[in-house]
């Protein structure tokens, strides 16, 4: 028994895959070792970041240079049992496959980048990790209004920028277009409430404007977009209850909450100083036509009058 056990370690398939586990182990731990310096070192959160990536990526590729050169010597024997396994492998493990080869699609053709806000496999969130199989998002939504966190972190297979629509908020322009409706009650001065519109809007967003101006003209020169304006706009729309106003307004995609707080809080202030010219409108009903009701309390009895026609 020895003899056997003795004979199977010093076959050439087994010395060629002892020395393959040797080599990779080796250079886990060198790549381990590179890692953990980063994170002791490497005070800037960025940096640290893209460092410790590029090791990662380095022991990798170093891994597959090393398991290659082991087995060099010997693909001639191995070569049927290789191509049945991958066979086996790559169905067994198809979506893991289509995960690397998303992350290969994110890594060179851009889809995102680390710090970029994107909707992925019904997810939005910042991307705040990128992994060979997975990417990180820092979520937001869901049961918290608006863009703001709600603390979950996911973690969602690149094999997705295949099967779905990635939105990226912030690739190459970091603007989105908001507007918000202002209904205002007929017979107030609608000439004055679109002055007073503009001028507040104006004023919380004239800066969003400015700079989105810049990142709208490279986007212009890289795709195939029309020149449009990137000012704010005030329109009107008569409805049935009251006059409605759209304020459409550009801002970064990050601030989106914040400046519709400051613009509904000036809004509210400048109404407030109009001295009733400006009067915000809401729904209100009107309940015509209700029966009379009649209650008898010696007797007990209820009688309801109608006021119906006959």
Request: hydrophobic share 45%; net charge neutral; proline share 2%.
């Amino acid at each position: 028994m020895q003899q056997l056990i003795v004979k199977w370690l010093l076959s050439a398939g087994v010395q060629t895959a002892l020395v393959a586990i040797l080599s990779l182990l080796v250079v886990y731990l060198i790549t381990y070792a590179i890692r953990r310096i980063i994170t002791r070192y490497v005070a800037d959160t960025a940096t640290r970041y893209r460092a410790r990536k590029v090791a990662s990526g380095f022991g990798f590729f170093t891994a597959l240079v090393v398991l290659g050169a082991v087995l060099t010597g010997h693909l001639g024997q191995l070569t049927v049992i290789i191509g049945l396994a991958g066979a086996g492998v790559a169905f067994a493990l198809q979506e893991v496959l289509a995960s690397v080869a998303g992350w290969a699609a994110i890594a060179f053709s851009g889809f995102y980048h680390p710090g970029d806000r994107v909707q992925l496999g019904g997810i939005r969130g910042d991307v705040i990790d990128i992994g060979i199989l997975r990417t990180t998002l820092m979520e937001c939504g869901d049961w918290v209004n608006a863009d703001l966190y709600n603390g979950r972190i996911v973690r969602v297979a690149n094999s997705f920028v295949f099967k779905e629509a990635v939105f990226n908020y912030s690739a190459d322009f970091p603007f989105l277009w908001d507007e918000i409706t202002v209904p205002v009650r007929y017979g107030s001065d609608w000439e004055h409430a679109r002055h007073v519109l503009t001028e507040v809007v104006e004023e919380v967003c004239r800066d969003y404007a400015e700079q989105s101006k810049e990142s709208w003209g490279r986007a212009v020169r890289k795709y195939q977009l029309n020149e449009i304006s990137i000012d704010p706009l005030v329109t009107l729309a008569a409805t049935d209850n009251w006059i409605a106003f759209t304020v459409r307004y550009i801002v970064d995609y990050r601030q989106r909450r914040v400046v519709r707080d400051r613009l509904f809080t000036r809004i509210l202030q400048e109404v407030d100083r109009s001295a009733g010219r400006v009067r915000l409108a809401s729904a209100t009903f009107e309940v015509t036509n209700i029966p009379g009701l009649e209650v008898d309390l010696p007797s007990g009895k209820i009688r309801v009058q109608s006021h119906y026609e006959p």
